[in-house]
């Protein structure tokens, strides 16, 4: 069974974004993305979900399940008929428990993951391969922040016309990653 909390950042993330959908990839990014911000704002995730690695990108840990539960709540409905799987909005949270600056930040994060093409960031750089392996969020703050495989080389930031700073600080549209 999945949290209140996890129920409510998919709301949150869902209503900030066109249409109020997302590929099913996206919205597991999201859901990352927004509680590993949570983790380094608040010194907590805010779903307290387990996420592992894949290919694509980190997912909740039984993300199928999160979505059928979620469309027995009449709160989303995912189509697999479609290529993506998007999943669609139903129903808003009624009076969010989220703090307001995480809110906001739950914003930019899913129109960040909208304007991306799922599977082409930064999360998709590392896959298993095989088996889901966990994603410890800690060590993932780290990655982010310090000398890993995962840094962007100079090269890559400048094709992509960033500098080294643009990713400590967010990018020129203000997203938070």
């Known amino acids: 069974m999945i949290g209140s909390r996890t129920q409510e950042a998919v709301q949150v993330l869902l209503s900030a974004v066109d249409g109020q959908s997302l590929p099913i990839i996206s919205l597991n990014k999201a859901l ?3 509680d590993l911000i949570a983790l380094r704002d608040l010194g907590e995730t805010f ?6 690695a894949l290919k ?4 909740v840990d039984g993300y199928k399940g999160m979505v059928q539960e979620l469309e027995v709540r009449g709160v989303v409905k995912q189509d697999e008929a479609s290529f993506e799987n998007p999943v669609r909005l139903l129903a808003e949270a009624d009076a969010p428990s989220m703090p307001q600056e995480l ?8 129109r960040r993951v909208a304007s ?4 082409n960031d930064v999360s998709d750089k590392k896959g298993c391969g095989g088996l889901p392996t966990e994603v410890s969020m800690l060590v993932a703050m780290q990655q982010l922040a310090g000398d890993t495989d995962w840094d962007v080389s100079e090269d890559e930031l400048v094709a992509a016309g960033r500098d080294a700073d643009t990713l400590h600080r967010g990018d020129e549209a203000g997203y938070p990653f």
């Open 32 to 34: 990352f993305y927004l």
């Open 47 to 52: 779903t307290g979900n387990r996420y592992v």
């Open 103 to 110: 809110i906001e930040q739950a914003r930019l994060v899913a």
């Open 56 to 59: 694509r990108g980190p997912v």
């Open 116 to 119: 991306v093409s799922p599977g």
